[in-house]
């Protein structure tokens, strides 16, 4: 969620600023996205491939979300 209100405020920002707003905002989502898999498998000895289904699933469920509300925003200006 807090991606997306980071995204969608970057839309008022003019061309580059846009561009590197949104460029830091998916880069450091991955960095926190790639400890908390890290600390999940290795720390809590989850089962790996059950895990990593179960992850993608909901990552590209919530990537879906996310790209329909910034889409339902940029209709609405």
């Given at each position: ?37 890290f ?9 790996k491939i ?28």
């Amino acid at each position: 969620m807090t991606g997306s209100l980071i995204i969608s405020g970057a839309f008022k920002k003019p061309g580059i600023s846009f561009f590197n707003t949104v460029l830091l905002s998916m880069v450091v989502r991955m960095l926190i996205t790639t400890a908390l898999v890290f600390l999940m498998v290795y720390v809590l000895k989850l089962d790996k491939i059950g895990f990593a289904v179960i992850f993608f699933f909901f990552y590209f469920l919530f990537l879906i979300f996310e790209i329909n509300f910034l889409s339902a925003n940029i209709n609405k200006k």
